[in-house]
């Protein structure tokens, strides 16, 4: 069973940063494309920023130029650093695995539980 687990939400004021970190439980962190989606209240989940085996990655036009993703190869982990951040950006935050296609609107075969991001005005 693969787990995501991620840390590193919170509450910050517009304009604020944050930095999102995932570490999967097994060696799903090489040979797939992971990424970071989010789901904020009565709205669909939407991806964010997804990464591939390659070091390609994708964003959603919402982000691009504020957020960036990367992987740490060392410490087999998955981060987004979230900077200049809106309050429309107020979301939970998923860490995600195992995309056929490496890019934000494909669907992930594999989901962590969570962080909450919540930027106030």
């Known amino acids: 069973q693969v787990q995501l687990v991620e840390s590193g939400g919170g509450s910050v004021q517009a304009g604020g940063s944050l930095r999102l970190s995932c570490v999967p439980s097994?060696?799903?962190?090489?040979?797939?494309?992971m990424g970071w989606f989010r789901q904020a209240p009565g709205k669909e989940r939407e991806g964010v920023a997804v990464?591939?085996?390659?070091?390609?990655?994708n964003y959603a036009d919402s982000v691009k130029g504020r957020f960036t993703i990367s992987k740490d190869n060392a410490k087999n982990t998955l981060y987004l650093q979230m900077n200049s951040l809106k309050p429309e950006d107020t979301a939970m935050y998923y860490c995600a695995a195992d995309l056929k296609v490496c890019v934000v609107d494909d669907h992930p075969k594999h989901w962590g539980q969570g962080t909450q991001v919540t930027v106030s005005s």
């Open positions: 097994e060696d799903i962190y090489t040979g797939y494309c």
């Open positions: 990464i591939g085996n390659d070091g390609r990655t």
